[in-house]
């Protein structure tokens, strides 16, 4: 009945979020260039003819990158491997894909998101989709992030091309150095590049009377990707690509484990039939697999309570097959997809006694998770400024536990737990945009649901170092509702531009860990068990304002601004949810050379003491940065240096796992050469 109603409010309402267009359906004719596209947000991370020159710290990390969108935190639980936070919600509700790839991490901690699994060098962009607008590729409340690679494509002419760059951040003493290369024809491209970084301990701001050093924040890291592109005849063109990542010796001072070994690798293979028929403009179809291992263990700790090892696999083997066309008015794609993971985890205890028996149990009791959906979306221009999106899609969701010992350690609280469940998944949605004058409106409405993840459903005994609970998961929870509106408003001028937005996301059977008496907890430390329920409702409201002035030649002006609210039923305020936060910059460029000065802060947060959280300090620092580029024809050398936190303030934010306080003074230099 709850669904029905909120199925039937949504009828009468109308209108949601809109999709971010596909690179190939922005191709337009001169005919259909009128056409509105309102776009949610794109990153551009690396261009390899711009975007080096533009940005302050060009071999930064991917999570650097993604932290500039104001619908985006990065919870830190070290110096590596940030978690991607979309409209204050964890990864559970969000899709993360990799060029539409589905890629689950290996990790319960989540020490492992997709986004550490590539690097600057081989992406180009990264594509956030808000609400609905982000279940191309599968069921999702908060949204979607794709992280988009860079690839040469088919060219006219004959071209070879590359990079050679080196890095150093003075703070960690990280060290970074790379190559990439690339060469492109009419009938053949290909996109090689390779990252390596080492760092050591960071150091935080300075505190009277105490040492700075951050134990356990050191990393290792190599990163090589490649891509292949044949065109076999004039509109069929076959792609080949594989990604393979390495990190060891990754330390996580919010967690009391560390990382010996954390390995993917990502391949696929794609088909594209351009232009096979009159309205289809583009069919594009793909395989991929990948295979990711992350092994976490305490051996460098010098003092533990017990010593353990908790390894864990993750296996992704799916596909997708999108046609893009246009007929009319109208702009429409569809995307069927599905995949078929296998999530492990095991944890292994080692009592101090040798004479007592070591302790196992399967934290992931070796799940099967089966997925296919169809999504359909149909962009309709009624005039060059009025558009209207419409979306929708369906999907039908398996879990299945493959272990007998994963299966009777889940039967101790479920007697009657079944090894399979099927769930189906809903999604629909629509956005309405109007251009007028130097006004761009959007507003939008739409509902739609998930399944528990493996951790939420099948979860066994996971510890959560920020609130100490053991967690278990529960496989009888309901799919998980959102109802969410959008409302944005844009003013763009020659020298100005602003846009505010705000969203509302209305959520039903929120699942949630509540602490279960009398239970006892696995890990001597932890305070007790949680095992997730599901509340009636929670509420997440988000808002930002972008502002941008050209007040004088060669000069800008620019800002940012954020905050969130979120409450659940019950008392329950909500965990990871970012206060007012802010960054305002001041740009000077001329021909080849800018300089940027920026502060940064936050108020202090309104923090989830049933979560663990404390509340931290309000905080603002300040940065400076500095670029120079040299050409010699072809050839460009690009010099960057600045310097981060530059006052060396001790601060930590709300997304800082455990209280772990941020870097201090980091000062850095980037050198390219790219020929």
Avoid at 306 to 331: A, C, N, Q, V
Wanted: hydrophobic letters at 35%; aromatic letters at 12%; charged letters at 20%.
């Amino acid at each position: 009945m709850k669904q029905s109603f909120i199925m039937l409010l949504f009828l009468c309402c109308g209108f949601y979020v809109s999709a971010q267009q596909e690179e190939d359906s922005l191709k337009k004719t001169a005919s259909d260039t009128l056409k509105i596209h309102e776009l949610d947000e794109v990153i551009i991370i690396a261009n390899p003819t711009v975007k080096y020159m533009k940005e302050n710290k060009a071999l930064g990390s991917v999570d650097g990158y993604l932290e500039q969108s104001n619908a985006l935190n990065m919870v830190k639980r070290g110096a590596y491997a940030w978690e991607p936070i979309l409209n204050g919600m964890s990864t559970e509700r969000s899709v993360l894909t990799i060029d539409g790839m589905r890629i689950f991490h290996a990790c319960t901690d989540k020490m492992d998101p997709i986004t550490s699994y590539v690097e600057n060098t081989n992406l180009s962009s990264a594509k956030i989709e808000e609400g609905q607008s982000g279940s191309e590729y599968g069921a999702t409340i908060a949204g979607s992030i794709d992280l988009i690679r860079r690839k040469t494509g088919f060219k006219e002419n004959k071209t070879l091309g590359g990079s050679v760059f080196a890095g150093f951040e003075s703070n960690n003493k990280q060290q970074i150095y790379g190559t990439t290369l690339n060469y492109s024809s009419k009938r053949f491209y290909t996109d090689i590049d390779f990252t390596y970084r080492d760092a050591e301990n960071y150091k935080a701001g300075h505190q009277s009377g105490k040492s700075n050093e951050v134990n356990f924040s050191q990393f290792t890291k190599y990163n090589t990707s490649a891509t292949m592109g044949v065109k076999l005849t004039e509109r069929h063109e076959l792609e080949g690509s594989i990604i393979y990542d390495k990190a060891t010796d990754v330390g996580y001072p919010g967690l009391p484990m560390d990382v010996s070994l954390a390995e993917a690798i990502i391949g696929s293979v794609a088909y594209r039939y351009r232009n096979p028929s009159e309205h289809i403009r583009l069919w594009e179809t793909k395989i991929y697999y990948n295979n990711i291992t992350h092994k976490m263990d305490d051996s460098p700790r010098p003092v533990v309570p017990i010593r353990m090892d908790m390894p864990g696999w993750s296996k992704t083997g799916g596909f997708y097959s999108k046609i893009l066309g246009e007929k009319g008015i109208h702009s429409f794609k569809t995307t069927l997809s599905g995949y078929l993971n296998n999530s492990l985890a095991e944890m292994t205890m080692y009592p101090n006694d040798p004479n007592e028996k070591e302790m196992f149990m399967l934290t992931w009791p070796d799940v099967n998770t089966l997925y296919g959906g169809l999504n359909i979306e149909d962009n309709i221009s009624f005039t060059p400024h009025l558009s209207l999106l419409i979306e929708g899609g369906i999907g039908v969701h398996q879990n299945e536990i493959r272990s007998q010992l994963g299966l009777n350690s889940l039967q101790l609280f479920y007697p009657d737990l079944k090894p399979q469940k099927t769930r189906i998944l809903k999604n629909i949605s629509s956005h309405i945009s109007y251009h007028h004058n130097k006004f761009l409106y959007s507003f939008g409405i739409g509902y739609g649901d998930r399944a528990p993840t493996v951790s939420e459903g099948y979860g066994f005994y996971l510890l959560n170092v920020n609130d100490n609970y053991d967690y278990v998961g529960n496989p009888y929870m309901k799919n998980e509702q959102a109802l969410n509106t959008d409302l944005s408003v844009t003013y763009e001028r020659e020298k100005f531009t602003a846009k505010a937005k705000v969203n509302y996301f209305y959520m039903l059977d929120y699942m949630v860990g509540k602490i279960r008496e009398g239970v006892p907890s696995m890990n001597i430390t932890a305070n007790g068990i949680k095992v997730y329920e599901q509340l009636n409702n929670a509420h997440l409201f988000n808002s930002s304002l972008s502002l941008n002035y050209n007040f004088i030649e060669h000069w800008n002006l620019g800002g940012d601004a954020s905050y969130r609210y979120g409450q659940g039923a019950k008392n329950t305020v909500l965990p990871l949810i970012q206060p007012f936060s802010y960054k305002i910059r001041v740009r000077y460029e001329q021909n080849s050379f800018y300089a940027e000065t920026s502060v940064e802060g936050s108020t202090k947060n309104r923090n989830s003491i049933e979560f663990g959280e404390t509340q931290k300090s309000a905080y603002a620092i300040a940065n400076l940065a500095l670029s120079k580029s040299f050409s010699f024809g072809k050839q460009d050398l690009i010099l960057k240096a600045g310097v981060e936190n530059l006052f060396n303030r001790y601060y930590s934010t709300f997304d800082d796992w455990f209280g772990i306080p941020r870097m201090g003074r980091n000062i850095y230099a980037n050198v390219i050469y790219r020929f």
